[in-house]
């Protein structure tokens, strides 16, 4: 299956190939069955930093080393492991909590990653996907079209959240 490119952006169209697809063109993440979504949670989140609620949902961080695509495929498996642990609500705050006796891989691996806003905010002052919206919104259409090259290995790592109407309908989106 060949991935559709995925670069952090505002106000992109919908993907080709319909409401039918089984799987998210971006990651390939299997999506849920019978749902009317054109990509996954964190692919759509990646292609609408405008959205009103992009602070709450997701962090930039710098990882030149993982494409965006395999990032939202990790975040999608972090998540369901969570989720099947009835702990999917970590993967918003991962520092708030302190690890048992008993390590959870897929804590860590959201803590490690998140921990990666720091170098993030370092070289382009903010972590914020809200800044990083703005400006891509004011951006000159030449700008905006050399944003990948631009942002280089600045990605967008989801916290596990995705809000429609004012509610986090990702806890069903996961475990569907």
Not at 55 to 62: C, D, F, R, S, Y
Not at 76 to 101: C, I, K, Q, W
Not at 141 to 147: G, H, Q, S
């Amino acid at each position: 299956m060949r991935l559709e490119p995925l670069v952090l952006s505002v106000c992109e169209s919908e993907p080709p190939g319909g409401a039918t697809r089984r799987s998210c063109p971006f990651c390939g993440v299997r999506l849920a069955e019978g749902r009317d979504e054109a990509s996954c949670a964190p692919c759509s989140l990646v292609r609408h930093l405008e959205r009103e609620t992009i602070a709450e949902e997701a962090v930039l961080i710098w990882l030149p080393e993982m494409t965006q695509s395999a990032l939202n495929a990790l975040a999608n498996r972090a998540h369901r492991l969570l989720a099947d642990e009835g702990a999917l609500y970590f993967a918003a705050s991962p520092f708030s909590v302190t690890s048992g006796d008993h390590p959870n891989p897929a804590l860590e691996a959201i803590r490690a990653i998140e921990m990666r806003s720091v170098e993030a905010e370092a070289r382009f002052g903010t972590a914020s996907p809200r800044v990083l919206g703005q400006a891509l919104l004011r951006a000159e259409p030449k700008l905006y079209a050399e944003r990948a090259k631009r942002l280089g290995g600045l990605r967008l790592w989801s916290r596990g959240r995705f809000f429609v109407a004012g509610e986090d309908v990702y806890p069903r989106v996961i475990a569907a």
